[in-house]
């Protein structure tokens, strides 16, 4: 199974109120179902991250970076569904798509997408 695993941070601009606003969206939540239906993708996960003590403790124990805001993860079957949504003009229209609404919140040069694979 491939998955992509993004780690989203929000721009310093936007409270914490906004960027939960922009994330629980009928609109961003839309475009990441129609990522997962135009690609053969099995599944879309949409976690934000708390904002609690425990965090906190834990990166100082650790001495980690501060945590990110949201986690999404994408799942497939195979890594050509996964390329299939970069081979098909809908595939790229929602990339733009979600690049416009996602530069509304989303700090991308703070944030991280990998693609990892489960064995």
């Not at 721009?11 to 135009?38: G, K, L, Q």
């Not at 805001?69 to 809908?90: H, M, N, R, V, Y």
């Amino acid at each position: 199974m491939i998955r992509l695993l993004r780690c989203i941070k929000k721009r310093d601009d936007i409270s914490d109120m906004e960027f939960r606003r922009f994330w629980e969206s009928a609109e961003y939540n839309d475009i990441f179902t129609s990522y997962v239906n135009a690609s053969e993708g099995i599944s879309v996960q949409m976690n934000l991250v708390l904002k609690i003590d425990l965090n906190n403790h834990i990166q100082m124990m650790r001495g980690t970076q501060e945590p990110y805001d949201g986690i999404i993860e994408l799942f497939w079957p195979s890594a050509k569904s996964a390329a299939a949504l970069l081979s098909t003009a809908k595939g790229k229209q929602l990339i733009i798509e979600l690049a416009q609404y996602e530069n509304q919140f989303v700090d991308i040069t703070h944030s991280s997408i990998s693609i990892t694979e489960s064995s």
